[in-house]
T-cell receptor, first 115, second 113 residues
Framework: DTEVTQTPKHLVMGMTNKKSLKCEQH?????MYWYKQKAKKPPELMFV???????INESVPSRFSPECPNSSLLNLHLHALQPEDSALYLC??????????????FGPGTRLTVL | DQQVKQNSPSLSVQEGRISILNCDYT??????FLWYKKYPAEGPTFLIS???IKDKNEDGRFTVFLNKSAKHLSLHIVPSQPGDSAVYFC???WGAGSYQLTFGKGTKLSVIP
């Protein structure tokens, strides 16, 4: 199994809703990442988990809350989002912890629309 | 300050010919470089990478060249196929213990049948 899966594929939510994005990988990777990508821009790093511990939070607003229940799963809990949070949310994983020189493999993304 | 630059936002190439995508970087600490391909509304797909101790890496139709002195790398696709039409992102990492990919803004490649 060499892929990263994400659910749901599409999500539409109101500003008062609470929803969660899910990511799963079974490659034995020990680092997992959340990125946000706007149209015609490169992905922007949000969070990094290394060995199931949050190691990086790139000054992301608290309305985004990550969770890593185990080494294969990564969630992103969403609450009170703003319309400008609408974007493609990408999950990625890499083999080692936060060691350099290893490739990150991306999931297909969740297209989020906040009304 | 953009540390990884892809100065051509788009490139059109005839099917069967060579596609050359360029990337420049400013941070001399970068020691590992990657190319990703992205279709609309999908996640980036890893294509090929190169360590700074090498100057060339080849994988099938894809070859990446690194010129450290010029802080320049390029991705060659030969022969180009219509299915190669996508946005290509160059990315860089520096240092052991680093997690962060620094991406360029991407180049949209169109392969014309």
């Amino acid at each position: 199994d060499t892929e990263v899966t994400q659910t749901p594929k599409h999500l539409v939510m109101g500003m008062t809703n609470k929803k969660s994005l899910k990511c799963e990988q079974h490659m034995g990777h020990r680092a997992m990442y959340w990125y946000k990508q706007k149209a015609k821009k490169p992905p922007e790093l949000m969070f990094v988990y290394s060995y199931e511990k949050l190691s990086i939070n790139e000054s992301v607003p608290s309305r985004f809350s990550p969770e890593c229940p185990n080494s294969s799963l990564l969630n992103l809990h969403l609450h009170a989002l703003q319309p400008e949070d609408s974007a493609l949310y990408l999950c990625a994983s890499s083999r080692f912890g936060t060691s350099g020189g290893n490739e990150q493999f991306f999931g297909p993304g969740t297209r989020l629309t906040v009304l | 300050d953009q540390q990884v630059k892809q100065n051509s936002p788009s490139l059109s190439v005839q099917e069967g010919r060579i596609s050359i995508l360029n990337c420049d970087y400013t941070n001399s600490m970068f020691d590992y470089f990657l190319w990703y391909k992205k279709y609309p509304a999908e996640g980036p797909t890893f294509l090929i990478s190169i360590s700074s101790i090498k100057d060339k890496n080849e994988d099938g139709r894809f070859t990446v060249f690194l010129n450290k002195s010029a802080k320049h790398l390029s991705l060659h696709i030969v022969p180009s196929q219509p299915g190669d039409s996508a946005v290509y992102f160059c990315a860089a990492i520096w240092g052991a213990g680093s997690y962060q990919l620094t991406f360029g803004k991407g180049t949209k490649l169109s392969v014309i049948p």
